[in-house]
């Protein structure tokens, strides 16, 4: 199987989509050369171009294509090839209305944005797969032709007829008979029972209160569906080019997708990241995206797209201030990305994204943006013969599965404060600034290389994955747990109890009494001076704990806030983030887990890469790091003994 290796082979990959397509070809001469000079190996070519290929149904222009890659070739420029179907031409829109999306409300959604087709349509996927074919086969030899990118950020949605036949049979094939679909479904309620498949509709505008499980299934059928827009795609070129690896860029922890099932179907996991630099928690986020990314790859993958300063899609577009670009872009590679490309090479004058930043802005090659994207690439260029390919060591694993976010955030549900992606982030910002490294993985994953295990929340989980985690802990890993987990089953079907009696019998709960949810803004308290917020539980222990932290006042008041039975946590609550930090710093002590360094600024991140040691300072003073021995920092070159010094958003690369 080809792999990001055979691409990088020994380099960090750098550059960006681009879209020549929107300017005179003396600017794409300009283009190259002041790619060269900043370091630019690798561009992104074809994204949304299918109009331009194919003007008129079943026309092929590649002139211009062949151009492009001949002339990043001849300035040793790779170049990661589109499928231009993300945005089909909108001739195909007015010649085959049935290409087209249709939402929940019934309403088309029609040509003159982007992604206007349905992932259902049997016209678009022969479309598609038309031009796909003769742009494989045409460039399947090029020189220039480093890897493919299908599509682009895989995201529509078809509530349509098609589609409504397409789920038919997507079912029939889950449930073999209607009988089991009304089980699975509880149709029995609110008198939903079907007697004919042609009942069965995508969940479409309904009066009130949709059925959760029809909801659920659309939601797996849609991303099956995309999934299958793409392997189709992706067969295509494999055929023409079986050396050659495929990827399709995710967009980042985004719920339409089940990116650990998508992620087995690719050679390449790439993604886009675009934290808000106005936001504390930005860096953070961008690590949490990172850690999943790396670990649906199972190794080294691709930032396909991020800005390099503003984006225009947020209600205000603060840029990039000075050495964010370079620090966010590191803390990429530490966190095991062998490419760090943009959207995009160079900014628009024209379009609904002339707004957005690029590698070359308005500004020109003088501009601030340009000059920190040359001086980026000739830091990646000296670090990465020493980190490319390298491994990120995590003992911990902080489990996510789409399934269990796609029951948790429908309607009719005891809060709507308890958003599975939210809460997932607050506990990976607990672990990320208790200075722990953490891999991502799937409930039913094997979980026996780490040392601790924590679950933010899993409102699904299926009898593998609840009995995943009871073998977890009998072979002695520590396992931490939020509220809500377990409650249904993969049907979306409340597990007796309220909650799985496996988790229930491990972490040492007899009953679950009623859920507490909290108002916005509102906390409770608990000993140990632990303040929760969200969710609180009334439960009741059966006597086989070890340790309790016991709420305070209010309703609760005595009941367990929570519980330690062994290795096996339960926390009913969502802890305060400096509290929640110190109960996981507490439970990893106990789990032999060390910070990645002792002693380290709040501020600064530190991450073990292959023999390296990234540190990352997300503040703007100075600050000093203790680093026992003697290392070498490979971005300066300077010898570093026992202390290093980061200046504003600093970077230091240590090599032993
Ligand atoms: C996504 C898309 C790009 C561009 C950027 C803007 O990542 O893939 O085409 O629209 O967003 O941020």
Redesign the pocket.
């Given at each position: 199987m080809p792999r990001l290796s055979d691409v990088t082979r020994g380099r960090i990959l750098y550059g960006g989509?681009w879209n020549p397509e929107q300017w005179p070809e003396e600017t794409w001469r300009q283009d190259v050369r002041l790619m060269r000079e900043a370091g630019v190996n690798s561009v992104t070519l074809g994204?949304?171009s299918w109009s331009r290929i194919e003007p008129r149904p079943g026309e092929r222009h590649f002139g211009w294509l062949d151009r492009l890659m001949d002339l990043a070739h001849d300035h040793g420029i790779g170049v990661v090839l589109a499928t231009p179907t993300?945005s089909p031409p909108p001739w195909m829109g007015r010649l085959h209305p049935d290409t087209l999306p249709v939402d929940a409300d019934g309403h088309t959604e029609l040509w003159g944005g982007?992604q206007h087709f349905s992932h259902s349509s049997a016209t678009y996927r022969r479309l598609a797969a038309a031009i796909t074919e003769d742009l494989a086969a045409r460039y399947a030899a090029h020189p220039a032709l480093t890897l493919w990118h299908i599509n682009?950020?895989y995201c529509t949605h078809d509530h349509g007829d098609e589609a409504a036949a397409r789920f038919r049979t997507w079912l029939r094939h889950r449930y073999g008979s209607l009988d089991a679909l009304n089980t699975a479904w509880g149709t029995a309620f609110w008198s939903q029972t079907y007697g004919d498949w042609e009942e069965v509709l995508p969940p479409r505008r309904t009066h009130y209160l949709k059925n959760p499980a029809q909801v659920l299934d659309f939601r797996r059928f849609t991303s099956d569906m995309l999934l299958e827009c793409f392997t189709a795609e992706r067969d295509i070129v494999r055929r023409h080019t079986p050396h050659l690896p495929v990827t399709t860029?995710f967009?980042p922890l985004w719920s339409g997708q089940d990116a650990w099932r998508w992620a087995e179907e690719e050679d390449v996991v790439s993604v886009?990241l675009?934290p808000d630099p106005d936001d504390p928690s930005g860096a953070q986020h961008g690590a949490l995206v990172q850690d999943m990314t790396r670990s649906q790859a199972r190794g080294p993958w691709m930032l396909?797209?991020q800005?390099a300063g503003a984006?225009?899609?947020r209600p205000v577009n603060r840029p990039k201030p000075r050495g964010l670009n370079r620090l966010w872009s590191l803390q990429a590679v530490a966190r095991g990305a062998d490419a760090v490309c943009y959207?995009?090479w160079r900014q628009s004058r024209q379009g609904?994204?002339k707004y957005?930043s690029g590698m070359l802005g308005h500004a020109g090659p003088d501009g601030r943006a340009h000059q920190e994207t040359r001086r980026l690439g000739a830091d990646l260029a000296r670090i990465a013969p020493h980190v490319a390919g390298g491994a990120v060591a995590a003992d911990v694993a902080v489990l996510h599965d789409w399934h269990a976010w796609w029951v948790s955030d429908q309607e009719g549900r005891p809060s709507r404060e308890t958003g599975h992606a939210e809460i997932l982030g607050a506990w990976h910002r607990a672990l990320w600034r208790a200075h722990l490294t953490t891999d991502v993985a799937h409930p039913e994953h094997d979980l026996t290389g780490y040392r601790m295990v924590v679950v933010p929340t899993l409102h699904l989980l299926t009898d593998r994955a609840a009995d995943n985690l009871v073998a977890y802990v009998r072979g002695g890993g520590t396992l931490v747990c939020g509220f809500g987990t377990g409650v249904v089953d993969e049907d979306d079907r409340v597990r007796p109890g309220g909650m799985d009696e496996r988790l229930r019998a491990l972490f040492g709960i007899r009953i679950l009494h009623e859920w507490w949810p909290l108002e916005p803004g509102a906390t409770v308290e608990a000993e140990g001076g632990l303040r929760g917020t969200l969710w609180s539980e009334e439960l009741e222990p059966d006597g086989t704990a070890d340790e309790t932290l016991a709420y305070r006042g209010g309703e609760l008041d005595g009941l367990p806030a929570v519980l330690r039975k062994g290795r096996a946590w339960y926390v009913s609550t969502l802890p305060e983030p400096d509290a929640l930090r110190d109960l996981l710093t507490r439970a990893a002590a106990g789990a032999g887990v060390r910070p990645v360094l002792d002693g380290l600024p709040e501020a600064v991140e530190a991450v073990r890469r292959g023999g390296l040691l990234f540190l990352l300072h997300h503040g703007r003073g100075d600050v000093a790091v203790d680093v026992p021995g003697i290392h070498r920092d490979l971005l300066t070159g300077a010898t570093v003994t026992g202390r290093v010094t980061l200046g504003r958003y600093g970077v230091a690369v240590l090599a032993p």
């Open positions: 989509d994204v949304f993300a982007r682009n950020e860029n967009m886009d675009y396909m797209e800005a984006v225009n899609w959207f995009q609904a994204e957005h």
